[in-house]
């Protein structure tokens, strides 16, 4: 890859990584503030939002999935910490090449499946609330799976240079 490419897409990866963060930022507002509000309705005026649980049910969702890739991008996703028992060097090395393959192998299976869930779900046609089809609310899914899966790919790459470097990440 040339070095303006490869800058065009570090660049890009930054730009997606801050509207990532945001827009986690915003959904956690939207997600108290509307929380509150049913409390709100329910408590002193005796009704709700018909679709309020819905919504905020998918919302969590969201969070949930926006937030397993900001800890993929941060290499803070959930692992197995072997590295604390295993001293520096070369078989650290490889340990730590076998979790990215693995992470990245399952984050693509689960991709596919979710893809998978999703175009059943948009042949099905049910709609959530509001009159929006489920599928759109369950896209999160497998966008959020190619995004991990891109981004364990890239740190297998980097572990791998640094590998044939010699040099143990």
């Not at 969590?60 to 959930?78: D, N, P, Q, S, Y």
Request: aromatic content about 14%; overall charge positive.
């Amino acid at each position: 890859m040339s070095p303006p490419t490869a800058e065009v897409i570090r660049r890009a990866a930054a730009v997606y990584s801050e509207v990532e963060r945001w827009t986690v930022v915003l959904l956690m507002v939207v997600l108290v503030l509307f929380a509150l509000y049913q409390i709100v309705l329910r408590n002193f005026f005796f009704t709700g939002v018909i679709w309020g649980d819905n919504f905020l049910r998918h919302l969590v969702l969201w969070i949930g999935f926006l937030g397993a890739c900001r800890a993929t991008a941060e290499g803070k996703h959930i692992q197995i910490e072997l590295h604390a028992l295993i001293p520096e060097g070369y078989f650290r090395s490889v340990l730590s090449l076998v979790r990215i393959i693995f992470l990245t192998a399952v984050c693509a299976a689960l991709f596919y499946a979710s893809w998978s869930f999703v175009t059943n779900e948009r042949t099905a046609g049910d709609l959530a609330f509001l009159r929006i089809p489920y599928w759109w609310l369950e896209t999160i899914f497998p966008v959020s799976f190619l995004v991990m899966t891109l981004r364990s790919l890239s740190q297998l790459r980097q572990n791998l240079r640094a590998f044939g470097r010699g040099a143990h990440p």
